[in-house]
């Protein structure tokens, strides 16, 4: 008998890169960050963990691209593009908000 079953709507079924991209780009312009990123920029900060990810983001404002964005929080820390933890909270409450 099946119990319960699960879809990862996000990039499977449904197609949000666009309202992630628009809402990157909005909650780093909050912060006074860079804030014309594509969506094929934004889809590589993407899929790590919010934590992550808004990391990620805020690296690619500060310069971050290809694969070390990729790697960035896995093997390259986050502090080498001066990201702060408080940086992080503040920018995932604005995109969390949007």
Do not use: W
């Amino acid at each position: 008998m099946i119990k319960a079953v699960i879809f990862d709507m996000d990039g499977t079924i449904l197609d949000t890169i666009t309202d992630i991209t628009t809402a990157s780009n909005n909650a780093l312009e909050a912060m006074g960050l860079p804030h014309h990123f594509t969506r094929d920029e934004v889809k590589l900060c993407f899929g790590s963990g919010i934590h992550d990810d808004i990391a990620k983001i805020i690296a690619l404002a500060r310069g971050c691209q290809g694969q070390d964005l990729i790697d960035l929080c896995e093997t390259i820390p986050a502090s080498r593009y001066a990201v702060t933890e408080e940086e992080i909270q503040k920018c995932r409450a604005i995109f969390s908000d949007l």
